[in-house]
């Protein structure tokens, strides 16, 4: 089954870290570019970052630049992101998703993070 | 940066209607990357429309994409009551910003 399972959310402080994985299953993940998208709380989608098959490139939405960094461990099937500095701002449900001929086509099922005092 | 605007924010149709969905981009883009999504409460979103007109696997044939340059359509051709839900219109790294579609 094609798969994609996130995890490492919670609650952290404003200006705290935290990092999330996404595992992967089911496919060839070191074929695709991988991707972060977040959803605030009753809000719209919006993308958070992607990452080419082997990491040698790498994009952010302005948001982010310079606080996240996302990784990839094709041995591990893995996707990671690292998010330092947090604000209020960045709660929302995060998920991975993978890139397919320009599309989004495979989601995980989310994990939440608070970002709260 | 490439804005996708999607009306209406709401429309309010019955089981066996047309439903039809638009997307406005500030600025031309390429048909191959128009995609479409589906989102039902507290799943993540589900991908539909590929390409601006491509279903993607499993996609019930009612519901087809079309357009190009700045004005795209999502169609769902009779809704079916598990249709009802939020759709995103996404080109690269921009989302619209969704149009509820609810039971009237």
């Known amino acids: 089954e094609v798969q994609l399972v996130e995890s490492g959310g919670g609650l952290v402080q404003p200006g705290g870290s935290l990092r999330l994985s996404c595992a992967a299953s089911g496919f060839t993940f070191s074929s695709y570019w991988m991707n972060w998208v977040r959803q605030a709380p009753g809000k719209g989608l919006e993308w958070v970052a992607k990452i080419k098959q082997d990491g040698s490139e790498k994009y952010y939405v302005d948001s982010a630049k310079g606080r996240f960094t996302i990784s990839r461990d094709n041995a591990k099937n893995s996707l990671y992101l690292q998010m330092n500095s947090l604000r209020a701002e960045d709660t929302a449900v995060y998920y991975c998703?993978?890139?397919?001929?320009?599309?989004?086509?495979?989601w995980g099922q989310g994990t939440m993070v608070t970002v709260s005092s | 940066e490439i804005v996708l605007t999607q009306s209406p924010g709401t429309l309010s149709l019955s089981p066996g209607e047309r439903a039809t969905l638009s997307c406005r981009a500030s600025q031309s883009v390429s048909s191959s990357y128009l995609a479409w999504y589906q989102q039902k409460p507290g799943q993540a979103p589900r991908l539909l429309i590929y390409?601006?007109?491509s279903r993607a696997t499993g996609i019930p044939d009612r519901f087809s994409g079309s357009g190009s340059g700045t004005d795209f359509t999502l169609t769902i051709s009779r809704l079916e009551p598990e249709d009802f839900a939020v759709y995103y219109c996404q080109q690269y790294g921009s989302f619209g910003q969704g149009t509820r579609l609810e039971i009237k």
């Open positions: 390409g601006a007109s």
């Open positions: 998703a993978s890139t397919s001929l320009y599309a989004f086509d495979i």
